[in-house]
């Protein structure tokens, strides 16, 4: 997993390499800016000018060594700066120093250059040390640029925008395309509020210390592909659809029976040994008919699911998927929760989660380790409203500590959350699975992989890094606009065969 620092971490691991490594400070921001243009012309390609804008500060100077390597590459640069430099870093001075008669220096926002739809921006003003607002000719200079509609890249993190808080209201802030951050992500990344100040962004490598950021205490990380690649094991010759667990499906009501369908679908592609879904009568034949290889038990009601199957030979039991919110299936959700054993793994979704959200203590009925995902609304009836994301995010904290059970809080770069409070962002996924269904296909492959054998963090980190790779490969084939919860089940083999 990539840890993710606060500002103040960044800047001990700076300095724990400059002095360890050992290299000059000016070094390491050459070698920062190597790797930043490197990057870029991997992301863009540059038809027009490239207009780069500096700070007095080190993500300036950064910006300095960008100009002069790309005007190596004989590339048309003009580089801009802002302030005094009597005030400058060192190793701004340094890098100002080599191309000094090619800066100008910025006096008014009436003095910015007229552009064309083919050139690029580069913003070095400020990087992630920022901690108070902008103010003066560099916020006037970002509004300007904000207006011009040229493609924009930010150098580590966009001017104006904090590393590791939420702004005050109403901010300036530098708007990139792409944001090309150095060694670590920011925590500001991922918060929903900040994600025009972001764009997309990449990670670089510049040499930082591993071992030294790899030792920094922080309750946030990046969960990518080699975090769940490990969590797949080879199947024994000799084993049997036994050996993968027994799941129950809880799922379905009236004119939302789909929502089992699909679940039931992807706990099979998950890895699911046996499968049974229990779900009202009117689902009978759609069940029996969609998902042939999964037994299929009547609740005893036509319209909900109001009974319980014995749960004694089951190892794992998702519930929430198209279920409803009738008072007998409230009742019904109650008693699975009275009826568990210690052994049995949970995982809640949907309107299982708002049933619990109704009932008085509900939450703290569920049984250690449970996984519980919710999207952003069925989250706030868990918790009622926040004030920021960082508030939300604090409550998610909080909830899992309190409850001790593992949450996904889903949406672009969901928050993968165990009972201690570590909090990892997914990084795979796309808009286009903001679509019907597409939760029920993630409770069932969470499903599908605690049946088939793993811890309940295992299964989410897996499970959603999985759904959104599947999801990603759907944009890919079908594009974001067309994709459904249909594709992903579709998808589900290539992107564990890509894993």
């Not at 400020?126 to 930010?154: D, M, Y």
């Not at 299982?352 to 009925?365: E, H, V």
């Not at 309190?402 to 795979?428: C, M, P, Q, W």
């Amino acid at each position: 997993m990539i840890p993710i620092l606060s500002a103040q971490q960044i800047r001990a691991a700076d300095q724990h390499t400059i002095q360890h490594e050992p290299i000059p400070s000016v070094e390491l921001m050459e070698r920062a800016s190597v790797a930043f243009v490197k990057e870029l012309l991997k992301r863009v390609t540059i038809q027009g000018s490239v207009y780069i804008f500096c700070g007095v500060g080190n993500n300036g100077g950064d910006g300095l060594a960008i100009a002069r390597l790309l005007k190596a590459r004989k590339i048309v640069v003009y580089t801009y700066a802002i302030g005094s430099l009597e005030k400058a870093s060192l190793d701004f001075t340094t890098n100002y120093r080599r191309i000094e008669d090619q800066v100008e220096w910025l006096e008014s926002s009436s003095d910015l250059p007229k552009m064309g739809s083919q050139d690029l921006i580069i913003d070095a003003l400020f990087g992630s040390g920022l901690s108070r607002p902008l103010e003066g000719l560099v916020r006037e200079v970002i509004h300007q640029l904000n207006t011009i509609s040229v493609r924009k890249v930010s150098v580590d993190i966009a001017s104006g925008l904090y590393a590791d808080q939420i702004p005050e209201k109403d901010p300036v802030i530098f708007q990139p395309d792409i944001t090309i951050s150095f060694q670590v992500p920011k925590w500001s990344f991922f918060q929903p509020s900040l994600s025009q100040y972001v764009g997309d962004f990449f990670l670089v490598d510049v040499g930082l210390d591993k071992d030294f950021i790899e030792g920094q205490d922080t309750n946030y990380f990046l969960l990518t592909d080699k975090d769940v690649r490990h969590l797949f094991k080879p199947r024994a010759k000799f084993s049997h659809k036994g050996d993968f667990g027994r799941l129950l499906i809880i799922a379905g009501s009236y004119g939302k029976m789909g929502a089992a369908v699909m679940c039931a679908e992807a706990a099979f592609r998950a890895g699911a040994g046996l499968v049974h879904v229990a779900a009202p009568a009117c689902g009978m034949d759609i069940l029996q008919s969609q998902v042939k290889e999964a037994m299929v038990i009547a609740s005893g009601e036509h319209e909900v699911v109001v009974a319980l199957p014995d749960l004694k030979e089951f190892d794992v039991i998702a519930v929430g998927p198209g279920l409803g919110q009738h008072k007998k299936t409230s009742l019904m959700v109650e008693k699975l929760l009275e009826t568990l054993e210690d052994r049995q793994k949970l995982v809640i979704d949907a309107d299982g989660i708002n049933i619990l959200s109704q009932i008085r203590g509900g939450f703290s009925k569920l049984p250690k380790h449970a996984i519980l995902t919710p999207h952003p609304g069925e989250f706030a009836r868990m918790v009622g409203s926040w004030d920021d994301d960082a508030d939300k995010l604090q409550k998610l904290q909080c909830f899992v500590r309190e409850y001790n059970v593992n949450i996904v809080l889903k949406g672009a770069y969901s928050a993968v959350t165990n009972s201690k409070g570590r909090v990892h962002f997914n990084t795979s996924g796309n808009p286009g699975m903001a679509t019907a269904g597409s939760g029920d296909v993630l409770t069932g492959v969470i499903a599908g992989l605690l049946s088939s054998g793993l811890s309940p963090m295992d299964a989410l980190k897996a499970g959603v890094f999985i759904h959104g790779l599947a999801g990603d490969l759907c944009a890919d084939e079908f594009g974001e606009r067309s994709l459904t919860a249909g594709d992903l089940i579709k998808m589900l083999p290539i992107a564990f065969k890509k894993t």
